[in-house]
């Protein structure tokens, strides 16, 4: 025991001091917030870019494929979002394929007040959950009535005003995906109608989504938390996003720390010739 | 929102401290109305798109409803035939949709932007556009098993390999970002609740 290494200490720790140092290291910059600079990456900047040349009158489908595990991923991209859009005088239509997308739409018209200031059924419609993936954007591009014969709420689909200038795929200026499900509106819509694609993904998604960014299948791409504060930057509206990022760096930080720390014995057992 | 934070705190009591009659109610607590908001919201989406149409006249709905009822029929062993038309529909329906729809994105549109050489570029788009090129290239070749890899194929085997576990590393990189985001909200709503910072 008194000959132990200190790696070899660490390497004994209990797992739950790991475990604590993270939590505490997250909520620390929550509570005191350090300010960390955030750059903005071309994929996002595309992405704004593309929402503030959206023109007044037009309409945008919003696809709200998170739950409500992945707000604090996607949640203010899609306020910024929201706000942009509504800034540009856009009309909006949200859906969402999953099951707690009320609850969703519910927390957005939290964060975003001047969604309820809003004439319901002309500037902005939710119609609320779908499921079927590619089939039902497939149908959705020709007869969006078919998927969403009501909204949400139960009014029938011919009833919205709104519904009337946008039941197919070539009335809407755009489609903005959140979360996930990208592929379906990139193949059903993007693909053979020609509907510009774009959206927040989150973290996991990164490195699936270049590809179509890469081929200009997607026009602009925010991912994860870095991408909803980038957004934030560039609306010039700092909220949850950025302060999250805070947290997030300083986690990543004590990860690569951690890491560092396990690799030396392997290293310095090399370095002595040892296995 | 206490009762939330309460049951955050239950979730996470288990890897913090230890399992207990707290993290078991809340683990079976989400189980269960994970599984209850699925079906109300599925049999509410059912009845939407198919029932009440059908309630209206419109006959055509019967079919849907028929095949999607005839997917239970895979647990009585002795009418499991019926499930197969049901699952043969399902298949062959989103096969065609997807296939339809794959091929510009995620083929042809994929090689251009790969073999296209970058335009008005940086230094670091070209270096993007070779590191892309040469990786698919060598990715490709290290699952190429119908040849021994020596010769001109083991260099470029290898270095696939790498290109394939530096993807992975990538990829696992961004699930361990998802990961902490997710604590990182599930953190703040207990500050929120405990008001150490606003809502």
């Not at chain 2, 990538?170 to 207990?190: A, P």
Request: proline share 4%.
């Amino acid at each position: 025991m008194a000959n132990q290494t200190i790696f070899e200490r660490l390497d004994k720790l209990d797992r739950r001091i790991y475990y604590w140092l993270i939590v505490i290291v997250i909520a620390w910059p929550l509570v005191s917030p350090i300010g960390l600079p955030i750059t903005v990456k071309p994929s996002t900047r595309a992405l704004y870019d593309g929402l503030t040349a959206v023109q007044e009158g037009d309409v945008v489908l919003i696809d709200i494929f998170m739950s409500v595990s992945t707000w604090a991923e996607c949640m203010g991209g899609l306020v910024v979002e929201t706000n942009t859009l509504l800034d540009r005088g856009a009309r909006l239509v949200y859906i969402g394929d999953s099951v707690d997308v009320s609850r969703s739409w519910d927390r957005l018209n939290e964060l975003v007040p001047r969604l309820g200031t809003l004439e319901y059924g002309t500037d902005v419609v939710f119609l609320g959950y779908y499921t079927g993936q590619d089939a039902a954007a497939s149908q959705m591009a020709v007869d969006m009535s078919s998927i969403f014969p009501a909204d949400h709420f139960g009014t029938p689909i011919e009833d919205l005003p709104l519904m009337r200038d946008a039941n197919s795929a070539t009335d809407y200026a755009m489609v903005l995906f959140t979360a996930e499900g990208e592929v379906k509106w990139i193949q059903q819509w993007g693909a053979p109608y020609g509907v510009p694609v774009a959206g927040m993904g989150i973290a996991m998604k990164g490195s699936a989504l270049a590809p179509y960014l890469a081929s200009g299948d997607i026009f602009g791409l925010a991912v994860g938390v870095r991408g909803a504060a980038e957004l934030e930057k560039l609306a010039g509206m700092p909220a949850a996003a950025t302060t999250t990022m805070d947290a997030i760096s300083s986690t990543h930080l004590l990860f690569v720390i951690l890491i560092v720390l396990a690799n030396l014995p392997i290293i310095f057992n090399k370095i002595k010739g040892g296995s | 929102m206490w009762v939330g934070a309460v049951l955050t705190v239950g979730i996470y009591s288990y890897m913090l401290y230890k399992e207990n009659p707290l993290y078991r109610l809340a683990e079976h607590i989400y189980i269960g109305i994970a599984f209850a908001i699925t079906a109300v919201v599925s049999v509410q989406n059912t009845n939407r798109i198919a029932v009440t149409p059908l309630l209206n006249g419109q006959i055509v709905f019967i079919i849907p409803i028929i095949l999607g009822l005839g997917m239970y029929t895979v647990f009585v062993e002795e009418y499991r035939w019926i499930s197969r038309y049901s699952i043969a529909t399902l298949v062959g329906v989103s096969l065609g949709v997807v296939t339809s729809g794959t091929l510009i994105p995620n083929i042809i549109n994929q090689i251009t932007s790969t073999i296209a050489s970058p335009s008005g570029a940086t230094m670091m788009d070209w270096f993007n556009f070779l590191y892309v090129g040469i990786g698919t290239i060598c990715a490709l070749s290290y699952f190429l098993f119908t040849r021994e890899h020596t010769g001109v194929l083991a260099p470029t085997a290898r270095l696939g390999r790498l290109i394939v576990m530096i993807a992975l590393g990538v990829m696992f990189g961004n699930t361990v970002l998802f990961r902490m985001s997710m604590l990182s909200g599930r953190i703040e709503y207990l500050l929120q609740v405990l008001r150490l910072i606003p809502m």
